[in-house]
């Protein structure tokens, strides 16, 4: 999984939206424990999921699977989970929460809560205001582009103030502030940051003095002593392989926050008045709609998701780390609220929606294949690399009995063996195959995804190498990230110039065919956004699907990117 979008996903944005909402009533505990045992044991989609029902008659709590996969323990109702981008939900509190003070308003610009050094980019007469942040609409994007973890695995860790700073002093806005909605993890990490800097205080402290203590959420915290790591559940990739948990100092308030389904459950029961809290004005002021998303029927407030169906809302957020998913969310009018907690990187987000509304579809995810035992031995012919465009290139390499594939400028990922020479992915739908001549030489691999098969040939040693150098950018050009990534309707591509240059930038599939250009010709020095619609030079919408952008400027200047288009 992307290592940024698995905090920030929000996948409900791209899922059918329900038109009715049915009559609220007590869920059946057999059928909740259906759905988890359906999801763990049968399509293998997951390790542990705990879930909590709440209304004004009491809690259920349901659960099944492991705090681990190879132990016996089953989470239970006090057992953490990290919360991912639900900790947005607490930022936008505690942001209401010192406007009732007094202490600042909605509309003050970012600006005036930090340091003097740094520059905070704006457009015309219009600054961005911490509104703008918890609501999505500043123009920031998703992640800094100088976001380069040292450890893929703990991938904020070494994120630090100083190079936040260093960005928002460089970054020129795509568009007006306030123009549009567009998910920041960077945006809701800087309110987070600029409301602790107000309060004197690091981001955890202001949420214990200002939150925990008054909803009484004894079990959620950040950092995490003996007692409460000892309910830690392991997380999770797809796969079910555990995981590393992630460590975000510096964006905190985007997603740092960990929690039990009893204490979020006391957090939704707050939120609906059904406990008696000093937090409620604020609570309320956070339930006020502010704008729409780019999702027709979702609304947001501060930092709560807005689902308005059949007169009806549904206040709801999702998140995402490493190894873990969760999900939040009631209906004010009826008094009721989901929790659900699951402990790997398989989404949870439908079961949430569905014990809201069970006319909301579950996923069908297809069970993951068998694993096979294989020969350790057997994988070292699989090493190397294989191209399946010049500037696309997948390395193959082996840990211990394990192997792993990672594509240019991507994550590592493991595969797994169903075969001696097919492997599955878990974090995405696809698979790969090995192939050999009559001597038994590897002499390329398939990727099989999407419904179509990518043949990637090996590369000798001494090419693989070449072909690295080819690859490395030159420091006189630069093309960024494109954002947001995936898309399902646009996207913006930016690129800088020190110096006037014939500039050609094009996408193309991963066949190495081009599908579109987007600059042709002389440009000037400077930074340039563009903006791609997912359709082609002929006007046709082009399939969901991995796509790279390239950018040549003169014969010499090469750099490539992924992008991901969903639909």
């Known amino acids: ?172 806005l795509p568009r007006d502030v306030g123009a549009q909605f567009e998910y920041s993890n960077l945006g809701v990490g800087l309110l987070g940051h600029a409301l602790a800097l107000r309060a004197g205080m690091d981001y955890e402290t202001l949420f214990i003095e200002r939150i925990a203590k008054s909803l009484g959420l004894v079990d959620t915290r950040i950092v995490l002593g003996a007692d409460l790591r000892s309910r830690l559940a392991t997380g999770h990739n797809m796969g079910g392989n555990p995981v590393a948990n992630w460590d975000i100092p510096t964006l905190a308030g985007a997603g740092a926050i960990r929690s039990t389904t ?76 989901v929790v659900v907690m699951g402990n790997s990187t398989n989404d949870v987000t439908d079961i949430g929606f569905h014990l809201f509304d069970s006319s909301f579809p579950l996923a069908t995810p297809q069970p993951l294949p068998e694993v096979v035992d294989l020969d350790p031995a057997l994988l070292d012919a699989y090493v190397g690399e294989y191209e399946i465009v010049p500037e696309f290139i997948l390395t193959v390499t082996k840990e211990g009995d394990r192997l792993f594939v990672q594509a240019t400028d991507q994550g590592k990922f493991e595969v797994f063996p169903m075969s001696d020479t097919r492997f599955f992915y878990t974090v995405v739908e696809a698979q790969i195959t090995f192939v050999k001549d009559e001597s038994g030489e590897v002499t390329h691999l398939t990727l099989h995804q999407g419904g179509i098969d990518q043949d990637a040939r090996k590369l000798p040693a001494s090419t693989a190498v070449l072909e690295h150098h080819i690859t490395a950018l ?14 399902n309707s646009d996207t913006v591509i930016r690129f800088s110039l020190p110096a006037a240059g014939d500039v050609d930038l094009a996408i193309f599939n991963l066949a190495g065919q081009r599908v579109t250009t987007l600059a042709d010709g002389i440009r000037a020095a400077g930074s340039y956004t563009l903006r791609w619609d997912g359709w082609d030079d002929e006007g046709r919408a082009l399939a969901a699907g991995v796509y790279l952008y390239r950018l040549r400027v003169g014969k010499q200047q090469i750099e490539m990117r992924k992008l991901v288009l969903i639909r």
């Open 1 to 172: 999984m992307n290592r940024w979008l698995g905090l920030a996903m929000l996948a409900m944005l791209q899922l059918w939206v329900p038109h009715s909402v049915s009559a609220q009533r007590r869920l059946d505990d057999a059928a909740i424990k259906d759905i988890l045992e359906e999801r763990i044991d049968t399509v293998r989609r997951g390790v542990g999921i705990v879930v909590g029902v709440v209304d004004a008659n009491g809690r259920q709590i349901i659960s099944h699977g492991r705090m681990i996969r190879d132990g016996d323990r089953q989470p239970g109702s006090d057992a953490l989970f990290e919360i991912g981008s639900i900790t947005k939900v607490f930022t936008s509190v505690l942001l209401a929460d010192m406007v009732e003070r007094g202490e600042l308003a909605l509309d003050d610009p970012v600006a005036d809560f930090l340091p003097e050094s740094v520059r905070v980019p704006g457009s015309e007469g219009r600054a961005i205001t911490l509104r703008d942040l918890a609501t999505h609409r500043s123009g920031l994007p998703r992640m800094p582009d100088n976001f380069a973890p040292a450890d893929d695995a703990n991938p904020y860790a070494d994120y630090t103030v100083e190079r936040m700073y260093q960005f928002l002093n460089g970054y020129s």
């Open 262 to 337: 009893n204490d979020m459950l006391d957090f939704l029961m707050a939120n609906m008045g059904l406990h008696e809290t000093d937090l409620a004005p604020a609570l309320t002021a956070t339930h006020v709609r502010q704008n729409n998303t780019d999702i027709p029927g979702m609304s947001i407030g501060l930092g709560w998701l807005i689902l308005n169906t059949a007169g009806h809302r549904i206040y709801w957020h999702n998140g995402g780390t490493g190894g873990y998913r969760t999900f939040a969310g009631f209906d004010p009018d009826r008094q009721f609220g």
């Open 474 to 487: 030159p420091e006189q050009f630069r093309l960024h990230q494109n954002y947001p990534n995936p898309f």
